[in-house]
Structures are given as C-alpha cells and as structure tokens.
C-alpha cells in the first residue's frame, strides 16, 4: 500500500479565456417595449495541458432576441486549469465532467450577469446547474448509443 501514490486534485488556476458582446441592432432594438425571448447554450470541454495538467472550459452563449432580431449576443469562455494525478480512467470522467465544472461555472455565471449589465441590460442569471445529473444523462445516452450500435449489426444476421 505505501506503493500507492496519493491522488492528487488542485486548481491551479480559474481565469476568463474569451467574452465578447454583440448588439448588432441598436440603438432601434433598445426602443422596442416587446419583452426579449432569452436562449442559453452550455457546453463543457476537457483537454489535457501537460503531464497531469488538465483544462475545463464552460462556455455559456446567451442570445436575446425581439422578433427575428437580436437584441444581444453574449459568448464567455471561463476556464480552470487542474492538476489531477493518481486517478483512473473510470474516476478521471466524473472528475472533468462533474467536479471541474462545477468549480468553474459559477465565475461563468457570474461574468455573464456582469456583461450583460454592463451593456446597459437587466443581468440575466443563468441557473443553477446539476453537473452530476447531466453528467449521468450523458453517460446513459452514451451507453444507449453504444447498445443500439451493437444490436444493430445482430439484427441485419
């Protein structure tokens, strides 16, 4: 046992990679007294950076519009960089689909209220996110498409 390296979870460090605002209709959009129709588009990347140095990326994309027109377009990309050693393939998935994010995410939130007011808008605050429960969906759906691939071929015979 005194063989086994102790594993190994810290942030190095959380940082905003990329934002950036658009309001490519105003200033006649701001005059219109229609309520906005808001669309919030998440996503979550994990790449390796060195020799037990990860990446986490949460990209958050929020799109108000009014008709067909956009009033804003907010894209944020925050990300963590980790340093995770001495785990396994099966304890590193939940670790880069659950655990990074949800460490990340919430400077994610914030910053994204923070443009948008900043723009001269009420915030919009994303929700609250069940990383562990999105994570287990994805895995399922995963899992279903893996079974569906192999029945597939069986059922061709």
Do not use: W
């Not at 905003?16 to 219109?32: D, R, V």
């Not at 986490?56 to 963590?80: R, S």
Request: proline letters at 8%.
């Amino acid at each position: 046992m005194a063989d086994t390296p102790e594993p190994v979870f810290q942030i190095q460090r959380i940082y905003l990679k990329e934002s950036s605002l658009e309001q490519p209709n105003s200033p006649a959009i701001l005059l219109e007294q229609e309520q906005p129709t808001v669309d919030i588009q998440l996503g979550i990347n994990a790449s390796p950076v060195a020799e037990g140095i990860f990446e986490v990326t949460v990209t958050g994309t929020v799109q108000a519009k009014i008709k067909d027109k956009t009033v804003f377009l907010v894209e944020l990309k925050q990300a963590g960089i980790f340093e995770i050693r001495n785990l396994s393939d099966e304890q590193m998935a939940p670790i880069m689909g659950i655990a990074c994010p949800q460490i990340v995410y919430p400077y994610l939130r914030g910053n994204v209220a923070d443009l948008i007011q900043r723009a001269g808008f009420p915030p919009v605050h994303l929700a609250e996110i069940n990383f562990q429960a999105m994570f287990e969906q994805q895995q399922a759906q995963q899992a279903q498409a893996a079974a569906a691939g192999d029945a597939q071929p069986a059922t061709l015979n």
